[in-house]
């Protein structure tokens, strides 16, 4: 059964560069596109950008510029990173497997979430 | 705000028949498919319906979706006490970004 881990700092400072991995287990990072999420406290979800291991990336527009996604196919775990972190970046991050459809897009596994706070 | 409308709350007694709606407009929900997702606080997401209507294996056929020009909606049939979460709706817009609803907070009184 595959599983997904977030892990990460759980504080990080305004305006320095926020750091997350997800780690898949029981099934390949190879066979599937792989997407952040986030949830901000007391606000709904937002989607932050996906990734194919082949190299296939997107990002939302809001967010582009300050985020990078890779996968490293080695260890099985894919990652996100953010620069220039405000308060408003405070949120729980979900890493979650995207079906890699955009016309048929939804997202069939969760991680259970990391909360990364932006405070100095 | 979010791109996709949805009500904050909804409520039904157990046993009873409840409907969450989720608006959006030609460029996403108008365009493609509607994913929903059942949200404890605490813990993962799980995927309810995709594709508009399709179950995932293991969600009870309680739950149903539906789709009609720029609106969709989640029926939950049979209500149950742990039915009480949270509801997204989710689909792709053209402007190249996936959107999510607000979520709409569910209470089994």
């Known amino acids: 059964q595959m599983q997904l881990q977030e892990s990460g700092p759980g504080l990080v400072k305004p305006s320095e560069t926020l750091s997350l991995t997800c780690i898949v287990s029981?099934?390949?990072?190879?066979?599937?596109?792989w997407s952040w999420i986030r949830q901000p406290p007391g606000k709904g979800l937002e989607w932050i950008g996906y990734?194919?291991?082949?190299?296939?990336?997107n990002y939302n527009p809001s967010l582009k510029g300050r985020v990078t996604v890779s996968v490293d196919t080695s260890k099985n775990l894919f990652s996100l990173k953010m620069n220039s972190v405000t308060a408003a970046d405070t949120a729980v991050y979900y890493c979650a497997r995207d079906s890699g459809s955009r016309g048929n897009w939804y997202f069939g596994l969760w991680g259970r979430g990391t909360l990364v706070t932006v405070s100095s | 705000q979010s791109v996709l409308t949805q009500p904050p709350s909804a409520s039904g007694t157990p046993g009873q028949r409840v409907t969450i709606s989720c608006s959006g407009s030609s460029s996403n929900i108008g365009s493609n498919s509607v994913s929903w997702y059942q949200h404890l606080p605490g813990t993962a997401p799980t995927l309810l319906i995709y594709s508009n209507n399709q179950r995932p294996s293991g969600v009870p056929d309680r739950f149903s979706g539906s789709k009609s020009g720029t609106s969709a909606s989640l029926a939950i049939s049979g209500l149950q006490s742990e039915d009480e979460a949270d509801y997204y709706c989710?689909?792709?817009?053209?402007?190249?970004?996936?959107?999510f609803g607000g979520g709409t907070k569910l209470t089994v009184l």
């Open positions: 989710a689909t792709w817009d053209d402007s190249l970004k996936g959107v």
């Open positions: 990734m194919f291991y082949s190299g296939s990336i």
């Open positions: 029981g099934g390949s990072i190879s066979s599937y596109y």
